[in-house]
Nanobody, 128 residues
Framework: QVQLVESGGGLVQAGGSLRLSCATS????????MGWFRQAPGKEREFVAA????????YYADSVKGRFTISRDNAKKTVYLQMNSLKPEDTAVYYC?????????????????????WGQGTQVTVSS
């Protein structure tokens, strides 16, 4: 089983920034499509962002577009989520997800069932 470990969560004031990281020791990491999801208490896990195996293609949920940036470093086997202009409604547990040898398109990788592996999550809290 592939193991993913998120880090970088914490408490930040509205308007601030936070950078999340998701690391793995899996040697096939460069072949994975990667995504970020988030889940607030009592709500369904929702799509945030996704990136292709090459890092050349990415897309975002409308709620975060223009504020968040997903990127990856295959040499470091790490995917990142840079979050700027944070809002209280961004408060949630953020999860990293991987699709083994997955392809990425505008209409794909926006649902939980499209991913094979998940991290344990990291809490992000934005105060007003």
């Amino acid at each position: 089983q592939v193991q993913l470990v998120e880090s970088g969560g914490g408490l930040v004031q509205a308007g601030g920034s936070l950078r999340l990281s998701c690391a793995t020791s899996e040697f096939t990491f460069s072949r994975y499509a990667m995504g970020w999801f988030r889940q607030a208490p009592g709500k369904e896990r929702e799509f945030v962002a996704a990136i292709s195996f090459s890092g050349r293609t990415s897309y975002y949920a409308d709620s975060v577009k223009g504020r968040f940036t997903i990127s990856r470093d295959n040499a470091k086997k790490t995917v990142y989520l840079q979050m700027n202009s944070l809002k209280p409604e961004d408060t949630a547990v953020y999860y990293c997800a991987a699709d083994e040898m997955g392809t990425l398109g505008a209409g794909t990788h926006k649902t939980v069932r499209e991913y094979d592996y998940w991290g344990q999550g990291t809490q992000v809290t934005v105060s007003s």
